[in-house]
């Protein structure tokens, strides 16, 4: 018969050993997850990066990627950023009035909030809503948010799409673009 201290079972210092390091494989691999996950506005490629649990997306039409949860509403946002709405102004184009008030094409997303251009990553600029053909659907107003400058429609570009004015000369293009009427610079809302 085995001696108790000679058996393969009689102590348990290596399965201890074991426990002890994966629990504290696990605490540190919990707070570097904790303290790497991503936030609103961040750059990324896949909708992954930014959430693995589902609750955000990547927008990938923006420069580098942008991280963002789509379909807000005001106050759902999560912490530094804010609910934006896109495509929220009804077409001016005659036969295209919508039926309803509403414009069919309105999507929100959450945007990260800025105070200047410094808060924001490079190519982005801490612009108003307005300043990107955007409205913001939180309650308080004046926030900035990190976002893509909208680009002026080329001169000699007809802009009857953009803003439903038409174009001078009869709609052939050669002259009418405005530089003020930018209409695609959605930040974070392109993807409508």
């Known amino acids: 018969m085995l001696r108790s201290d000679d058996s393969a079972f009689s102590s348990a210092w290596p399965l201890t ?4 390091l994966a629990v504290g494989f696990a605490a540190v691999t919990g707070a570097l997850a904790l303290g790497c996950t991503p936030k609103i506005g961040d750059d990324c490629t896949v909708s992954t990066n930014c959430s693995t649990t589902g609750d955000r997306l990547c927008d990938v039409t923006q420069p580098g ?4 949860a789509f379909n807000c509403e005001p106050g759902s946002c999560p912490e530094d950023s804010v609910c934006v709405n896109f495509g929220t102004m009804l077409s001016p184009v005659a036969g295209c009035t919508p ?3 509403n414009s069919p094409y309105k999507r929100s997303f959450c ?6 251009d410094n808060d924001c990553r490079d190519g982005y600029r801490c612009l108003a809503p307005t300043e990107f053909n955007a409205v913001l659907a939180e309650h308080a107003g004046g926030s900035k948010v990190c ?3 909208s680009k002026p429609v080329p001169t000699g570009t ?3 799409v953009c803003t439903g004015a038409p174009a001078a000369g009869g709609g052939s293009g050669a002259e009418g673009g405005s530089p003020s009427a930018a209409g695609s610079g959605d930040a ?3 993807g409508g």
């Not at 990627?65 to 963002?68: D, E, L, Q, S, W």
């Not at 945007?111 to 200047?116: H, K, L, Q, Y």
């Open 147 to 149: 976002a893509v400058p």
């Open 158 to 160: 007809s802009n009857e």
């Open 188 to 190: 974070a809302g392109s």
């Open 111 to 116: 945007m990260a909030t800025c105070g200047e």
């Open 65 to 68: 990627g942008y991280c963002t």
């Open 17 to 20: 050993r074991l426990a002890r």
């Open 99 to 101: 039926s309803q008030a």
